[in-house]
């Protein structure tokens, strides 16, 4: 089994960063520097480059740095067949999650304490950024997985299909759009309120909208909000009509505090995708996790 000074190199040499990695496993940084130290003086190697605020792994640091990533695949593997033979055999599993704002918010925290309860030595920690950020934490080895919408696809990612999620106007109650069928043109002369740049939900809109030869920058944008949250708060109170997921709403349908404006001929979906970084595909934790969450979040609908 790989030991606790090799785990938390793998950390480190992970995110590049003893800052971080003290972050991640709850340990303080000098404890961090010790075990790395003790490695080094085991192997007569160093295995960082030190300059200035950054760290880099020396030829002999990616070299264990890969064969561990390899024993830890293994252990993995045994992990799973032993537990296949004893169901009582439950392995520590831990994983960094980064998940766009309508999965961190509505989908996930259900699934997750599902999955909690049948893994209890799991231990998750849930990023809440908007994709474009989780692309960018996925590629700096920040976390291990991320759920995005697939708008934009990139080479050195693989995605793996999880849920379609439809993006709807709404407004407040007491706005007088509420009894209104509109039309793509209608836009031209509705203040709106939107999601932030780098923003999924924006994405996709953006999207639909050049579909049907409207370009957003052309319409009357009041207002851009970061975080669904304070998108669904603002548009509360506002005369303004916003576009957001309907999973973010359905309570505010339901009570009516929200209503659904119709806009003929626009429909707005985006797909859910996990993405990995290429060559982690056949990582088994993150294979059983992808499972476990398609096969749950299938039971919900």
Known sequence: MLSHKHLIFMEVAR???FTKASETLYISQSAISKQVKG????YKIGLFERTGNHISLTV???????????????????????????????PQVNMVIGASTTISLY???????????????A????????????????LD??????????????????????????????????????????????????????????SGTLAVLVEALEKKQVKLLDLPIKIRLGGTEALKNFVRVDTCLAFLPRQAVL???????????????????????????????????????????????SKKE
Request: net charge positive.
């Open 15 to 17: 995110v590049l960063s």
């Open 39 to 42: 490695l080094e003086e085991f």
């Open 60 to 90: 002999a640091g990616k070299l264990l740095y890969q064969k561990l990533l390899v024993a830890k695949q293994l252990q993995e593997e045994l992990h799973h067949e032993f537990r296949d033979l004893n169901e009582h055999f439950t």
């Open 107 to 121: 989908i996930l925290p259900p699934v997750l304490s599902a999955f909690l309860e049948k893994n209890p030595k």
């Open 123 to 138: 231990q998750l920690v849930l990023k809440n950024r908007n994709s474009e950020n989780i692309v960018k934490a996925l």
């Open 141 to 198: 080895h920040e976390i291990d997985l991320g759920i995005v919408e697939g708008v934009n696809k990139l080479s050195n990612l693989t995605y793996t299909p999880f849920l379609t999620d439809e993006v709807i106007a709404v407004c407040s109650s007491r706005n007088p759009l509420k009894k209104r069928q509109l039309e793509v043109k209608d836009l031209y002369h509705i203040p709106l309120a939107i999601r932030e740049p780098g």
């Open 251 to 297: 309570k505010e349908l339901q009570s009516g505090e929200l209503v659904e404006v119709p806009i003929t001929g626009l429909s707005v979906k985006r797909n859910f995708n996990f993405i990995q970084r290429k060559g982690a595909e056949n990582h088994f934790t993150y294979k059983e996790f992808i499972r476990f969450m398609k096969r749950m979040y």
